[in-house]
């Protein structure tokens, strides 16, 4: 099995010469698979000099594929690229790129039914950022992300006090970030993301009014990049649909596919909200738009 796709999987965008994390960002899923294999093999050459940093910028670049390859639901080969990240990130020695490729891995585990194995992964990769003393603005955004992680993480396993335990000290932290956090940052986190990040734990603990409740201040600008605005409807999109309101659902749905569409198309959870909205509820405003959006024919 190749370790990346075949760009065929995906609906291919005008090419460009995009940043590997830019084309991320901008939900340009085809052009970043086909960046990969040439970003991978230029960072794993730069290792020849066995340099902590050297190590530490390999290790960023497998995330970044486990972190595409989960997103188009790719899970065998993110995890392969996820456990190559954690390799790289223990030689280098710096627990923010431990965390971060933990991070991507644990993801994968939740994926692939394993909740409780990636719950001891963020545990022991927040503990390890927490050491660090927290001193630096890079090292207080590792920390709110791996709690927000780490929330999450519980909240899909069912462990409904840890998660809204660590969700609350998430938000505590986040007073330390700033609203607009540098881009090249490990982890590039604000405190609009850490609330969204909430929504999504209430989300996964079954609670669609609390999520929406939470959620009721997010606005797209509060999000740098198409790929967040269009996180942030499709967040908000599943609460809906989880609480029974398709038309909600819809007009969610559609705000995602204008900022983002791969963030609809591409994502499989996201996706089969879509097509079963499409399908199940005839009526709804903007079907047809939705169907087209995601190359489904509206019958």
């Known amino acids: 099995m190749p370790l990346l796709p075949s760009r065929t999987a995906l609906r291919s965008p005008s090419p460009r010469a995009w940043p590997a994390h830019a084309l991320f960002d901008a939900g340009r899923h085809a052009r970043l698979l086909d960046a990969l294999p040439t970003l991978l093999t230029d960072a794993g050459a730069a290792t020849a000099t066995r340099t902590d940093a050297t190590y530490a910028t390999l290790s960023s670049c497998y995330a970044l594929a486990s972190r595409v390859l989960t997103k188009i639901g790719q899970y065998e080969r993110s995890r392969i690229t996820a456990d190559r990240a954690i390799t790289y990130a223990d030689l280098s020695g710096d627990p923010i790129a431990t965390a971060a490729a933990s991070r991507e891995l644990s993801i994968v585990l ?130 809906w649909w989880q609480w029974g309101k398709p038309q909600q659902t819809a007009d969610a749905l559609l705000e995602a596919l204008r900022a983002s569409p791969a963030e609809v198309r591409d994502r499989p959870a996201i996706r089969r909200v879509a097509v079963d909205l499409v399908h199940r509820h005839p009526h709804t405003a903007g079907r047809r738009e939705l169907a087209s959006g995601i190359g489904l024919r509206a019958r």
């Open 110 to 239: 939740r994926h692939q039914g394993r909740p409780e194995a990636a719950q001891r992964l963020v545990d022991s990769a927040l503990v390890a950022v927490e050491r660090t003393g927290l001193a630096t603005q890079a090292q207080a955004m590792a920390y709110a992300q791996m709690l927000c992680t780490t929330s999450y993480t519980a909240a899909r396993a069912g462990h409904r006090d840890q998660a809204l335990a660590l969700i609350a000290e998430a938000s505590r932290a986040a007073r330390r970030l700033p609203d607009a956090p540098p881009a090249v940052a490990a982890f590039s986190i604000s405190p609009a993301a850490v609330t969204l990040y909430e929504v999504g734990v209430h989300w996964a603990l079954g609670d669609a009014g609390a999520a929406l409740h939470v959620g009721r201040e997010l606005r797209p600008g509060q999000f740098p990049t198409a790929e967040r605005k269009a996180r942030m409807h499709t967040d908000l999109a599943r609460a």
